[in-house]
């Protein structure tokens, strides 16, 4: 009896090894998995897949001019906010450091502030300047704005997923 159990076990055993170096041969010979969309970088996407448009020579000086226009003491103080709030492209209102808003497209925006914001923290949410009304359904996104350190690029979108201009409020903490 012992040796029927102890056949079966070594058959089993074997069993279990042809299947471990069977299924070790197959995972190697998979091509390698390709890193998300998600995880490139947004320069090197293609145009069209959410990609932030090109900043144009005249932004770039603009951006300058807000820069040397230099932050209040207060703007780079840890732990202090710089906000703004965007409508249709416009910035309506928000700290003094907001200095502009920039609309590109259907739910493209840039908004611009008078110190670097590359390493601080960026919190939008879709809405209203009318303190009685809802804001429209929909998601927002931010992100650095690409060769530009003092500004944010913000996009928004129906809750459907298509870009579509949304009003927001921003927030840069730091």
């Given amino acids: 009896m012992t ?7 070594i058959a089993v055993g074997f069993a279990a090894l042809a299947l471990t170096l069977a299924g070790g041969g197959i995972a190697v010979a998979q091509p390698a998995a390709q890193a998300p969309v998600e995880a490139a970088q947004p320069a090197v996407r293609q145009p069209g897949s959410g990609s932030q ?3 144009t020579p005249a932004e770039a000086r603009r951006a300058r001019a807000a820069l040397a226009q230099g932050p209040s003491a207060l703007a780079t103080t840890p732990g202090t906010v710089a906000s703004a709030v965007v409508i249709g492209g416009t910035l309506l209102r928000g700290s003094p ?7 590109y497209g259907p739910g493209q925006y840039q908004v611009l502030f008078n110190y670097n914001v590359s390493q601080k923290t960026y919190v939008a949410t879709i809405g209203s300047a009318d303190p009685s009304n809802v804001p429209p359904g929909g998601e927002i996104s931010v992100a650095p704005r690409l060769q530009t350190p003092n500004a944010v690029f913000v996009q928004t979108r129906n809750s459907s997923g298509t870009p579509a201009d949304r009003p927001f409020h921003l927030v840069v903490a730091n």
């Avoid at 040796?3 to 076990?9: C, L, P, Q």
């Avoid at 450091?97 to 609309?103: C, G, L, N």
């Fill in 53 to 55: 448009p090109a900043v």
């Fill in 3 to 9: 040796t029927i159990f102890r056949r079966k076990a």
């Fill in 97 to 103: 450091e907001a200095v502009s808003a920039t609309r």
